[in-house]
């Protein structure tokens, strides 16, 4: 079992910057892949961005892209998601999960953090 804690949420204006984090209670984080998900009020879950477990590999959503940066500790046993130039349509709650490198989907969720972006 791997518990996921994610922190950071807030409301910001348009342009603004915000970062997330997300704490693993496991001991063996490094052996998951990680991943930032969001879900804005009346619409469907949406993949913002994902990392391997060694760090070397990212991948982002379009709507993101060039905005988002994924990262992590694994000392620190945390993710983190650097949003630049946030957009009020970047408002949702976001969520982190985690999976087994060799697994097709995300078997872990945390609770999710609130982001709102003010025009």
């Known amino acids: 079992q791997v518990q996921l804690v994610e922190s950071g949420g807030g409301l910001v204006q348009a342009g603004d910057s915000l970062r997330l984090s997300c704490a693993a209670s496991r001991r063996a984080f490094g052996v998951y892949d990680m991943g930032w998900f969001r879900q804005a009020p009346g619409r469907e879950r949406e993949f913002v961005a994902a990392?391997?477990?060694?760090?070397?590999?990212?991948n982002y959503g379009d709507s993101v892209k060039g905005r988002f940066t994924i990262s992590r500790d694994n000392a620190k046993n945390t993710v983190y998601l650097q949003m630049n130039s946030l957009k009020p349509e970047d408002t949702a709650v976001y969520y982190c999960a985690a999976k087994t490198p060799s697994g097709l989907r995300y078997d872990y969720w945390g609770q999710g953090t609130q982001v709102t972006v003010s025009t």
């Open positions: 990392i391997r477990w060694s760090g070397g590999n990212t």
